[in-house]
């Protein structure tokens, strides 16, 4: 620290000066640094009266008849053509099929700050591989050029053909329950080769692709031909749970595809796979069909959970769960409450709050599905007496929550606990 003291003060004043010019030098070297990065990342950069503007030599691009699976890239030249610095603050499209980048007009360079009669290029690439029929999709660009017109929307359009479909072009599933049998049949339609000149290129990322799998590895040479005949070369599936393969048939009919489950690796829930059929097509030769679903098992319940509601003295709330098997031999030999225990429940059994029973039924269904052994349980929400100490009356409070689990044991090894959530509400008497 310097001090003056009674002495010169010219002198005290250069020797402060001299002592503290780093510092100064580099607060100026702040001030500019900050400025210059702020200036190149707003968009608000234009003095008053310069006004961007943007003049494309189209917004519309028609890719015409195009085949599934071709990946096309158009460029939309621009220039800005006001007199203010033109700032692209965003661009986004409305399908994950389209791949955009704005470039200067070497179309190598990114960009997206444009000075007064500079030219830029917007890179649009569809991907068709989803797609058939008429297809429109738009590309939104944000500017700077103010709030009566600060976007851009541009817009393609094409006729995507097929050489091969699937029917259906979707596999619903439904409901798989793990041991009953359940096959479903895709028919293949093979339209045609795509009537193209010259030699097509194959896509970087399908060669990859065939190189990836095992199966389509091996028909490598014979899925990259083009020369041959259309037609279906191999089948698998992204799962190992999903069999897909493809089934002998007559010459001369369409090939069709069978698809099953092994119910050993089948997981309970959501099923969300692809099998991918391998051929020799131009421009598709990954066709993907997708397959949903649901899976639940061989041991099923009516309910995912309990509601009890607001339950009172005077009126307790009682829910009932089916468990339903295919095994004859299938029972349910307990069930265990898993309570959160709230400050207001710590003195509180659960043998007081609830009662569980069940119940054993045998139904008959369908002959084809022999018999299922099914457990009717009962689960009852009881307010406790203790309660009525608490102040918890429906004026002064909303009640006391109960939440947990009910955890269901039984004697299935794929199902040993089912555990069912359970929410409620205890009130005293109005």
């Not at 041959?228 to 191999?234: G, P, V, W």
């Not at 131009?282 to 066709?287: A, L, P």
């Not at 829910?319 to 069930?335: L, P």
């Not at 045998?362 to 608490?390: C, E, H, I, M, R």
């Given at each position: 620290m310097i001090t003056c003291g009674n002495g010169d003060h010219n002198m005290c004043f250069s020797r402060i000066l001299k002592r503290n010019h780093f510092m100064v030098l580099l607060f100026l070297y702040l001030i500019k640094t900050t400025f210059f990065v702020f200036a190149e990342n707003t968009t608000d950069i234009n003095m008053q009266g310069q006004i961007p503007r943007v003049e494309f030599d189209s917004t519309r691009y028609d890719f015409g008849d195009i085949y599934r699976g071709q990946k096309l890239t158009h460029l939309y030249k621009f220039q800005n053509t006001g007199n203010g610095t033109l700032v692209f603050s965003n661009i986004h499209a409305a399908c994950g099929c389209i791949n955009t980048k704005i470039y200067s007009d070497d179309g190598k360079t990114s960009k997206n700050v444009f000075k007064p009669s500079e030219s830029g290029i917007v890179s649009v690439e569809f991907n068709s591989q989803d797609f058939s029929g008429n297809i429109i999709r738009t590309i939104t660009l944000e500017t700077n050029m103010g709030s009566s017109s600060p976007t851009v929307t541009l817009t393609t359009t094409s006729n995507v053909l097929q050489e091969i479909s699937s029917n259906p072009a979707l596999l619903y599933v439904g409901k798989i329950q793990g041991e009953i049998k359940k096959t479903f049949t895709i028919n293949m339609n093979l339209i045609g080769r795509a009537k193209v000149t010259g030699k097509p290129d194959v896509n970087d990322f399908v060669i990859k692709e065939i190189s990836s799998s095992k199966i389509a590895d091996s028909f490598k040479e014979n899925i990259?031909?083009?020369?041959?005949?259309?037609?279906?070369?191999?089948?698998?599936?992204?799962?190992?749970?999903?069999?897909?393969?493809?089934?002998?048939?007559?010459?001369?009919?369409?090939?069709?595809?069978?698809?099953?489950?092994?119910?050993?690796?089948?997981?309970?829930?959501?099923?969300?796979?692809?099998?991918?059929?391998?051929?020799?097509?131009?421009?598709?030769?990954?066709?993907?069909?997708?397959?949903?679903?649901?899976?639940?098992?061989?041991?099923?319940?009516?309910?995912?959970?309990?509601?009890?509601?607001?339950?009172?003295?005077?009126?307790?709330?009682?829910?009932?769960?089916?468990?339903?098997?295919?095994?004859?031999?299938?029972?349910?030999?307990?069930?265990?409450?898993?309570?959160?225990?709230?400050?207001?429940?710590?003195?509180?059994?659960?043998?007081?709050?609830?009662?569980?029973?069940?119940?054993?039924?045998?139904?008959?269904?369908?002959?084809?599905?022999?018999?299922?052994?099914?457990?009717?349980?009962?689960?009852?929400?009881?307010?406790?007496?203790?309660?009525?100490?608490?102040?918890?009356?429906?004026?002064?409070?909303?009640?006391?929550?109960?939440?947990?689990?009910?955890?269901?044991?039984?004697?299935?090894p794929d199902y040993k606990e089912i555990t069912v959530p359970f929410f409620g509400v205890l009130r005293k008497d109005p």
């Open positions: 990259l031909s083009n020369s041959e005949a259309l037609k279906i070369i191999a089948v698998e599936s992204n799962v190992p749970y999903l069999k897909a393969k493809l089934i002998p048939t007559i010459e001369g009919q369409p090939p069709q595809i069978s698809v099953d489950f092994d119910e050993k690796s089948l997981p309970i829930g959501s099923i969300n796979a692809k099998i991918k059929v391998w051929n020799n097509s131009t421009f598709y030769k990954n066709f993907e069909i997708p397959v949903i679903g649901e899976s639940v098992g061989h041991v099923q319940a009516s309910a995912k959970y309990v509601e009890f509601g607001v339950v009172n003295g005077s009126k307790p709330s009682e829910r009932v769960i089916t468990f339903k098997s295919m095994d004859k031999g299938f029972a349910i030999t307990g069930v265990k409450v898993d309570l959160k225990k709230l400050p207001e429940l710590k003195n509180i059994k659960d043998s007081e709050l609830f009662d569980v029973k069940k119940d054993k039924l045998v139904l008959s269904q369908a002959a084809s599905d022999g018999s299922v052994t099914s457990y009717l349980v009962t689960f009852k929400l009881n307010f406790p007496k203790k309660l009525n100490s608490l102040n918890i009356d429906s004026q002064a409070s909303p009640g006391v929550n109960v939440s947990g689990f009910f955890v269901v044991k039984t004697n299935d």
